[in-house]
C-alpha cells in the first residue's frame, strides 16, 4: 500500500482549494503530486443566477472528490453537490431525481455524460463534446457558452406560448366563423356568410397563425451579455498585467555567454520571457505582475 501521510496535509489544503490532487509513486513510495482544477468560464455564475431567477435548481455531479466539487460549486453558487461519482452512477442520479417527481435536464460534453443524457427529460450537450454525447442529447449547444441553456429554456417557453396562443385564436375563429358559413344563425338572426367570403377568411385565419408564429424570430436573450463582455475584459487586462524591464550585462563576450544568461533568466519564477542582446549588452525580461 502506497503511504500518503506526508502529503495529507497538503493534500487536504489543495482540495480545499478546488484542486484534484494526482500522486506519483515508486512502487510503495509517493515521489510528488500535482494539483490539477479547472477553469470556471465567466459565463458559469452568470448562468446559474439566471436559472435560480426562473426558480430552478442546480445540481453539479462530478466525479471530482467531495472537497473540490464543494469548492468549485461555492465558487458559482450551485446549490447541491454530488461528488465522487462513477460514469454509470450519474445515470443512476438523475434517475432518482426523476423518481421524486421532478422535471431534469442534464448538461454535458463527454463520453461519460451519455448515459444521463439519454436519462433525463432534456438532454443538452456541448458542440466543442464528444460525438457520442452530442449524438445522444437533444439539444446541442453550438456557441459553447452556458449561457445558452437559459436562452434554450426560454426560448422553449416562448415557442410553447406562442403555440398556445395559436390553437386559442384558431379554435375561437373556427367556432364561430364556421356556425355563419353553415347558416345555423340566418333564421335567428339572419346572418350569412358568402361564400367568397368564407373561402377569404379561412386564408386570413392561416395568415393570422404563421404570422404570430414569425413572432419567435424576434426571439431575445434576457441575458445582459454586455455585462458578461465588461467582465472578460477585465479579466483579460488582469491577465495581461506584466511588467517589461531591461537590465545591463557586462561581460558577455560570444553566444555561449548569450544562451547561459537567457536560460537563467528564464528559469526564475515569475519570469514570462527573458530576451538577450550580446549587442546592446542588456536583457529584455517580461514579468508577472502579483496581484492580491
Known sequence: KIKTNEYDKLVNKLQKEGKTVLYFANKDNVVGIIAVKD?????????IEELRKRNISTIMI?????????????????????????????????????????????????????????????????????????????????????????????????????????LFWAFFYNSVGIP??????????????????GAAAMSLSSVCVVTNALRIKKFKSKINYKSI????????????????????????????????????LNSIDGVLKAEVSLEEKCAKIEIMERTK
Open 180 to 197: 355563419v358559413a353553415a347558416g345555423a344563425f340566418y333564421l335567428s338572426f339572419g346572418l350569412k356568410l358568402n361564400p367568397m367570403l
Open 229 to 264: 463582455k465588461e467582465e472578460v475584459i477585465i479579466e483579460n487586462k488582469e491577465e495581461k498585467k506584466n511588467m517589461e524591464k531591461t537590465i545591463m550585462i557586462d561581460g558577455m563576450s560570444c553566444n555561449h555567454c548569450k544562451r547561459t544568461v537567457e536560460k537563467v
Open 62 to 166: 462530478t466525479g471530482d472528490n467531495k472537497s473540490a466539487g464543494q469548492c468549485i460549486a461555492k465558487e458559482v453558487g450551485i446549490e447541491k453537490v454530488i461528488a465522487e461519482v462513477l460514469p454509470q452512477d450519474k445515470e443512476a442520479e438523475v434517475s432518482n431525481l426523476q423518481k421524486q417527481g421532478k422535471k431534469v435536464a442534464f448538461v454535458g460534453d463527454g463520453i461519460n455524460d451519455s448515459p444521463a443524457l439519454v436519462r433525463a427529460d432534456v438532454g443538452i450537450a456541448i458542440s466543442s463534446g464528444t460525438d457520442i454525447a452530442i449524438e445522444s442529447a437533444d439539444i446541442v449547444l453550438v456557441k459553447n457558452t452556458l449561457t445558452d441553456v437559459v436562452n434554450a429554456i426560454d426560448l422553449s417557453k416562448t415557442v410553447i406560448k406562442n403555440i398556445k396562443m395559436n
Open 39 to 47: 477553469t470556471i468560464k465567466n459565463t458559469s455564475k452568470i448562468t
